[in-house]
């Protein structure tokens, strides 16, 4: 993206060049002031205005100021005397000062008493390296709502829905900036029916058919009978610690205690964790 266009106030000189050389800059005008005089740094978009001594050979455009050795750099012509858009072969060294032109003024109030801003082309918020873009909305009685962009944030275009949705639409993209207004889903399981859901490390629902019991103390699935969940479901179970896909685990009252469990990531899939802390009939 282009670098936003700054205005000065009262900066005009004599360009010590001519032809079609870029600007460079000479003695102030009387009364005006030079680039560095008005504090323009390096690098920076201005709009210029060339014009012959007698005023009949003119030049707008955009250009950059080097502050290397002062020079406004002929960047982009917007107009010129021959009714074109190429640089001006000037005769003789030109009078350059800056000027705020008509491509610039993209905003005019309407004249309905309304108040409202018409906007004939790109607004742009913020600058890259001085701050990010705020749109703030105040109510009419009190508070302020803004909407700010991230201080790092990729470039993108979100095209809003073509209407105002039904009460209790959500906003939805489709990944390409386009949004719409879509009921709400109940959210999709991760895996077939009868599967075990959870939220993985990727912070997506997802889902595993394969349930296995982990031993207290060990990081995957054992055989040991001693310790743990396991030790207390082996009359149920066997002297095993995994229970395969399409197993059912019936607790009833007989079976009492706290038991506490968390998602282990293992090999291919994701199995849950249990350790049991209480006691059993």
């Not at 079609?20 to 003695?27: H, T």
């Not at 072969?89 to 705020?100: E, G, H, K, M």
């Not at 969940?229 to 002297?239: D, E, T």
């Amino acid at each position: 993206m282009a670098a936003p266009v700054r205005y000065y106030d009262r900066v005009e000189f004599t360009s010590l060049t001519s032809g079609l050389f870029d600007f460079v800059v000479g003695a102030a005008s009387i009364g005006r002031r030079v680039p560095a005089v008005a504090g323009v740094p390096n690098g920076t978009a201005v709009r210029y205005v060339a014009e012959s001594s007698d005023q009949t050979i003119w030049e707008v455009g955009l250009g950059t100021y080097s502050s290397a050795t002062p020079t406004v750099i002929r960047v982009a012509v917007t107009s010129n005397s021959a009714g074109t858009t190429a640089k001006i072969n000037f005769p003789t060294a030109p009078v350059v000062w800056f000027d705020y032109a008509a491509s610039d003024a993209v905003l005019h109030a309407l004249d309905d008493g309304t108040g409202a801003i018409n906007l004939d082309g790109t607004l742009i918020l913020g600058a890259a390296a001085v701050n990010s873009g705020t749109l703030q909305f105040a109510g009419v009685t009190s508070g302020v709502v803004t909407v700010q962009a991230q201080d790092a944030t990729g470039t993108y275009t979100i095209k809003w829905p073509l209407d105002d949705g039904a009460p209790g639409d959500v906003l939805t993209t489709d990944g390409a900036g386009v949004t719409d207004w879509l009921p709400p889903t109940s959210g999709a399981p991760g895996a077939p029916q009868y599967s075990i859901q959870f939220n993985n490390p990727l912070g997506t629902f997802d889902g595993d058919a394969d349930l296995s019991w982990y031993p207290a103390g060990t990081a995957s699935p054992g055989t040991s009978t001693t310790g743990g969940f396991a030790n207390n479901l082996h009359s149920a179970f066997g002297n095993t610690s995994e229970i395969y896909h399409n197993s059912v685990i019936m607790i009833s009252d007989e079976l009492v205690g706290d038991f506490s469990g968390q998602i282990i990531s293992g090999i291919g899939a994701y199995k849950i964790g249990f350790t049991h802390t209480g006691a059993t009939n």
